[in-house]
Structures are given as structure tokens and as C-alpha cells.
């Protein structure tokens, strides 16, 4: 093997220098660029080198501009290599992208590995790795970091209070990047796009490198903290970590110790969080205590914005990088650690493209760079716990709040034969009343957003059904509007019953805007704010409803978005009114997730000095499931889970691959599953279990008639051995160009 030194440009920082592998040379005749490119063929593509270059001088992880078909498109250089002579004749490239590979080393191994893992090809797996105005063939942005300045008098010209003056009292101290405006004044973009309208103030750039100061001090950690610190510390390259800690322990704490060494060894930190709205509390943290710039990853951002974040990592620039999922691909010059924050999280696994594990794939990249992968929770996943207990992962315990913080009172309320008024008993108002009037706040808990589950006719029992999914949709904007929340279909309710012309419908169950709207009557001299996907979809809004709360009495209606690491200090009651649901699902993992979510949700509570408590309304008080979370906690709800899963043959103790297929019709789905069926039993692979063709517990969705196969082995090399005979079967089976169909490797969700 032969190989070639590449030097980066870098802005003013130092350099990188990137060594990639190569192939043998070959005369250059016959020689070609093997080029990945985003389509749904498992193939690499040929192509002469462009403009009668050589294609020897071509970066292996490159991009380039090739013709395909009556398009152009942007690909990967995945190889150079040895040209077909019996092929018809090569077409030429147009354009070579990159002097130097954006994807190369590490990465560009980890993204391959990617690729025959999950069965995806290789184009489309490198494609998701880039962002978008890179895959589109746009040139690598400038690094520096936005900001905004007033200019002169500009704070004399705005008489007025209000975001506007604000946001000018901050300018006028000296320019700010948008990073710290957006910890200083959460949503302040509206006030600055109206301020430079008038000349008032103009956005510039700031060095990338500019350390802004560390504002606030690191707190002494307590004996389990230092204890979990060093033992992260005292790893000498690759090992992984589960800290699992009780909500509140301070695990963010040791993640910030952690990762201070690592940047005073001058190495990159990578801490993945699972929702966009994690981001901006998480970023405000680590900016006042690391004293580096701390740079934010996740779709929130627009598409200059993550090119920019993306290529300062690759140029090694931004040491400290906070993402969601889609961070997993930043590029790591110079890596130092992994953090997955809240591991257990579903949102994790991307459900629909390349179906991939950000924290799974952690583990991947965190070996091949050979640096410590940290993962921490309150409510470890069954498949890290195992991991754990076999000794696969080191396992760090913080069985203690920190500070002063006790856990909170759990009360169990047997909501049966009681009056309920939207949902809510009257002995949890009068509570909800109580914890007002004594300053403190709340949250009340209900998974489930819109007004109501389903419209119904008291008259006839009609009730309104998504003709594309036939599912009940749900009722918004106080029985106005119905929208289904699997396809998305929305339109006006009737005015009257379609079936009997009654006008008697009424919305039935409760959601976020129905227990919204009844605690703003309920409680009119206090704040009540809703927190679910509905209410949070411009930039900052979480953030801007959390600060309008601030530290004032109020009430916070929310979904799952509220039970995922935030810190309200001022919260001492929880309230969780909607959790029967969960009970009785017939998703095996469907109990994990539900305690899961009762205890994040609850870990909410008392976690500063003031005492929290957590109210449970159920109709089931006696079920096996509360009563181990109550009386023994998580660790005892998976110890059982665990015991009964491995008797079960479930995860962790099986592996699973999922094939599912949709077409407009019922048969076509099934013919194709019957096929695959059929591959895999000719495998050959012991043990391989294939269970189907099977509807789907959900059988139509947005107009399609959807089916599944799930194939299962005790090993996941079995498996993976398995995928690798059937898939090319499938891919040029007949039945597969009537239909969509799509492989997903370790399901998180069984729909």
C-alpha cells in the first residue's frame, strides 16, 4: 500500500495533516474514480477522472461532480481502481471537488462499516454523513463565528423597553457572537432582524478561535462524582463508560470534569444530546464553565450554519461540539472523548433514511479513534444495563442527588369513580392550587398533544377516522381542526355529524391544549405554558417559554419533551395524569419505555433545595409495573424486565433485523415478504428465526397497505451473516420494483 499526505487549510489554526490510503497504482489508462453516489443501488459507480487528469491524483473521500443519466450529481470517491475493459466506455467526471478529502481516515472507515452494518449503500450512507450545502457540492464556508454589533448611538435612537432595547444594552458593551446572545436573550433574532431594517445594528464575524472567559466556577464534586470523574479520566484510549446516576446526581457535572481534560490535552470533545431542545441549556452550561467555544449541531440550525460547525471540526477549530443525533457524523481530527447524554432516549435511532444508532454508532467511532465513550443516564436502556453486567461497559453509580437535593415523594392517586375534570381530579387541583399559592411550580404531564384523542357523535358514535391511515385524528385548536399524527392529513371539524347530520360532537380524551386551556380558567393570575411539538417549532421557542416562566410561580403543560434532563429548579410538584395507555401495549418494550418516562418525568422535582413530589393519577394503581417502580425503583423494574426478556428470546438477548414493505394494494407487500421469507430460510444460518409476512400492528398509513417480516438470532454475527445472503436477493427480486420496502437493523420500534 501506497499513500499520500494531504494538508489542510486551516484558517490560522494549526494544521491538519490527513494521510489516506491508497490503492496500488496502474497505468493510467485504464485506471478510474469508483465513486459512491446518493442513489438507492448497493454499487459504486465508474468514471474517467475529469479534464484528462489522472485519476491517481484523485482524494480518496473526495468529492465529485459526475454526469448520472440526464443529471448531474455530487458523490464520493470511495476508490480509485482498475477499470472494466469490457464495460462500455466510461463516462468522464466533470469537476473534482476537494484538493483535500472531507472524508478520509476514521470517519471515512466508520461510514463504511456504517454502510454493511445497516445494508444501506454506500452513496446514500456517506451523503447523510455531509450536510446539505456540502452533499450539494457548495465549497467549504468560513469558519468564523457570527455576531452583531450596535452601531454608534443606536441605543439613544430606541427609547422604548422591550427586546429590541434589550438586545441594544447588550450590543452597546461590545460586539457579541449569536452563541452568546442566544445565552443571554433567548430569542433575540426578531428584535436584530428589525434593528439592522432600521441601521440600528449589523451582524460581523468573530475569529472561530476566540476563547470567550469561563464565567462560573466548577463546584466541588461530591465522593460519587470524583470517583466516576477519575475513572473516566484513567482510561487509556478506547473503553466505555455507563454513568448511571438518579436524576439530579450531577451527572453533567462529570461530564464537564471529563471533558476539561480533554481539552487541556488540546484534544475534541463530541456530547451528543437526544432533542434540539436540550441544546441551549446544555450549551449555556458548558460555555460559562469551559471557557472554549462551544459549538451547537442539530437541525434547528439552517444549512450554512451546520456546514460551518461541520468543517471547523473537520479543520480541527471547534474542540467542544454539542449535537443531536445527526452529530455522530462530525468529523474528530483531533478526538479526546465521546459523550452520549440521556443513552436511553429513542430518538436516538433514526427511524426512516439510513436507519442507523447515533449512540450504537458512538460506540463504533469511539473504538476506532480509540477514546473513552461515555454514556449517561438515569434510566440506563436493558441493552446497556446488559452490557454492563457482562462487563462490557464500566459501570459508574451516582445513587445520591447533588447538593442538598432529596428525591422526590411519590403519591399513587386511584383516580377510579372520581369526577374528572379535563382530566384532572379535584384533590390534584386542589394541589396544583396549593403549590402555587406557595410559590412554587409545576408540571403536569400528559404524553399526548392536540385537544383530544378523537371526535365523536354523542348522537350516533360516529367518529373521525383518517382515510388515508384509518386512525382517529386527533382534535387541535379547541375541536376547530382535525389532524391525523401519523401522515400528517389535517382539515376543519364538521360542523355536524356526516353520518346522522346530528349536532352533537364532542371531543373525547384529553391532550395538552384541552389541560392548557383548562388551567388557564382554572388558575387566571398565573403563567400556564404548554410545552409539546405544536407549541415549540420556531428556533428558540422552548427556550423563550422556559425563560418567560423564569422563576415565578406557573404551571408547565407538557409531553415527553419536559421529562428529558431539564433543570427546574423551582419545580416541586409533578403531575402525571395520562399513563394507563402504557400499560397494556403489546410492544415488548413498551413497559422499559413507560418506566423510563416515569421516572425522567418525575426526576423533574425537587431538584434544588425546596422538597419535590410526583403525583400518579392512574386507573390501575395495583399494576406490577408501578408497584416495582414505586417500592424498588428502576434498577429493580430491570433486573425483572431483563429475566423475563431473556426467557423471551427479546433484545438484549436476541438480535433483530426488520423488513417491512407498503404498496397501494395488500397483496404486493405480502408477495415480496414471502420472498424474502424464503431467502433467509435458504440462508442456512442456525438458529435464525423468521417470524411472518405479518400485517403491520399499524396495516395502513397514509394511503398505504403496510406488512412485515422479523427475522431473529441469538447472535449478531449469525445475523449480520444472514442479511448479507438475502439482501442481494431481495434488492433484484421482481416483486421489490412494485412496492417500497426498507431492512431496519436493530429496531427501536416494531410499528
Known sequence: MCAQTFTTPNAGSAKLVATVARLPRMSSDRAVLRVALPVPLARLFDYRAPGGAHAEHAAVGGRVRV?????ELIGVVAEVGDGDPSARETREALDLLDVAPLLHGELLGSLQWLSRYVHAPLGEVLATALPADLRQGQPLPDTHIAGWRAMAGALERVTRDGAPRRLLALLAQGALSEDALDDLQPGWRTAARGLAKRGLVEELRIDATAAPVATQPAPVLNDEQRAAAEAIAGIDGFGAVLLDGVTGSGKTEVYLHAIAQCLARGRQALVLVPEIGLAPQTLARFRARLGVPVHALHSGLNDTERARVWTAAWRGEARVIVGTRSAIFTPLPHAGLIVVDEEHDGSYKQQDGIRYHARDFALVRGKALGVPVVLGSATPSLESLQNAHAGRYAHLRLMQRAGNAKPPSVRVLDIRKRQLDAGLSNELIAKLEATLQAGGQALVF???????????????????QCKRCEAPMTVHAAGRRLQCHHCGARQPAPQACPDCGGLALQPQGVGTERLEERLIERFPDFNVLRVDRGSTRRRDALETLLGELGAQPGVLVGTQMLAKGHDLPNLTLVAVVGIDEGLFSADFRAGEKLAQLLIQVAGRAGRAERPGEVWLQTHHPEHPLLQTLINGGYHAFADAELALREA?????????????????????????????????????????????????????????????????????????????????????APEARRLRWSLDVDPVDLY
Open 67 to 71: 454526469p448520472f443519466g440526464s443529471r
Open 446 to 464: 400528559k404524553n399526548r398533544r392536540g385537544y383530544a384523542p378523537v371526535l365523536l357523535c354523542h348522537d350516533c358514535g360516529w367518529s373521525a
Open 648 to 732: 423471551a428470546g427479546f433484545p438484549p438477548f436476541a438480535h433483530l433485523a426488520l423488513v417491512r414493505a407498503e404498496a397501494k394494494d395488500a397483496a404486493s407487500p405480502l408477495a415480496f415478504l414471502e420472498v424474502a421469507k424464503a431467502a433467509f430460510r435458504e440462508c442456512g444460518v442456525a438458529g435464525l428465526e423468521v417470524h411472518g409476512p405479518l400485517p403491520a400492528p399499524m396495516p395502513r398509513r397514509a394511503g398505504f397497505q403496510r406488512s412485515q417480516l422479523l427475522v431473529s438470532s441469538p447472535q449478531r454475527r449469525a445475523l449480520q451473516a444472514a442479511l448479507d445472503m438475502a439482501m442481494p436477493v431481495l434488492r433484484d
